[in-house]
């Protein structure tokens, strides 16, 4: 039997308050809304902490939802990653400005240009990290700016 934890004494998780956030303005939980959730967290957390807390999230989801397979760490990581870059040479302080000025970030088939199909169906990339067989990251291709 699985232990009852009374929601009232406990504070929500960062991942259910910014997914709140997210969904307050939102009728489903689309691309935009994973890449609006993820931009909060990086900006509030950082890049390497949003990795964590926005997989471990998504996982947790997919497994409530009974469908666990459809967690990809490889995919979840990369798209951190990627909103992460973009942010940081972003001044950007909202998302919708955000968004219009990175549009690349709202093709659902972006990581086709770094990864091939088979590569992140594959055990490995649902599992752990994975990087890109197609093209490195932008930010590893030469030297960082900062």
Do not use: C
């Not at 993820?38 to 989801?61: H, M, N």
């Not at 990627?82 to 990175?102: C, I, K, M, P, W």
């Amino acid at each position: 039997m699985m232990a009852h934890h009374d929601g009232e004494n406990e504070p929500p998780s960062p991942f259910a308050e910014l997914m709140g956030e997210v969904m307050a303005a939102a009728e489903r939980f689309g691309h935009r809304q994973h890449i609006h959730l993820t931009w909060l967290a990086v900006r509030r957390f950082g890049t390497a902490e949003a990795v964590d807390l926005v997989s471990d999230g998504i996982q947790r989801t997919a497994r409530y939802a009974g469908a666990p397979q459809k967690y990809n760490a490889t995919v979840s990581r990369a798209w951190v990653e990627l909103v992460g870059h973009h942010a940081e040479e972003s001044d950007a302080t909202d998302f919708n400005t955000f968004a219009s000025r990175q549009p690349v970030l709202l093709h659902k088939k972006l990581l086709t240009r770094f990864y091939r199909p088979a590569t992140l169906a594959g055990a490995a990339a649902r599992t752990g990290w994975v990087e890109p067989d197609l093209e490195p990251f932008p930010w590893r291709q030469g030297a960082k700016g900062r």
